[in-house]
Nanobody, 126 residues
Framework: GQLVESGGGLVQAGGSLRLSCAAS????????MGWFRQVPGNEREFVTI????????YYGDSVKARFTISRDNAKNTVYLQMNNLKPEDTAVYYC????????????????????WGQGTQVTVSS
C-alpha cells in the first residue's frame, strides 16, 4: 500500500487548510485512517482517526472542535479539514493506515500503523 499526502502550506493564525491523503494498493474501506503530526525532537502525536466506513471518529484534545476528519471510500482518500489554526499546530502531518481489527479508538498509537505517507508540512504564523 501507498499513501500520498497533499495540501500543506503556510497559513496565518486563525486560517484554514485542508489536507488530503490518497491511498493505493490496499482495500481502503478495510483500514482505519489516522492523522498524526510531528515536530523535530518529538514523537509522532495523535491528531485524529476515522473508521473504515467513516461513521466513527476520534480527536486529540488539542484539535477538538477545530479539525474534522472525513473519508471518501470511492476515491480512496481521507481528508483533514483544519480550521482556526494556531502556531502550535505547526508540524509535519502524516496520514497512516491500519487494518481495522478492533474498535477504532484502539488505534491512537503511531506504532500500530501499517502504512505511512511521506508527510506534508503545515506552518502557522502568528
Amino acid at each position: 500500500g501507498q499513501l500520498v499526502e497533499s495540501g500543506g502550506g503556510l497559513v496565518q493564525a486563525g486560517g484554514s487548510l485542508r489536507l488530503s491523503c490518497a491511498a493505493s494498493g490496499l482495500t481502503f474501506s478495510s483500514y482505519v485512517m489516522g492523522w498524526f503530526r510531528q515536530v523535530p525532537g518529538n514523537e509522532r502525536e495523535f491528531v485524529t482517526i476515522i473508521s473504515g466506513d467513516g461513521t466513527t471518529t476520534y480527536y486529540g484534545d488539542s484539535v477538538k472542535a477545530r479539525f474534522t476528519i472525513s473519508r471518501d471510500n470511492a476515491k480512496n482518500t481521507v481528508y483533514l479539514q483544519m480550521n482556526n489554526l494556531k502556531p502550535e499546530d505547526t508540524a509535519v502531518y502524516y496520514c497512516g493506515a491500519v487494518l481495522e481489527l478492533y474498535n477504532t479508538d484502539y488505534y491512537r498509537r503511531a506504532n500500530q500503523y501499517d502504512y505511512w505517507g511521506q508527510g506534508t508540512q503545515v506552518t502557522v504564523s502568528s
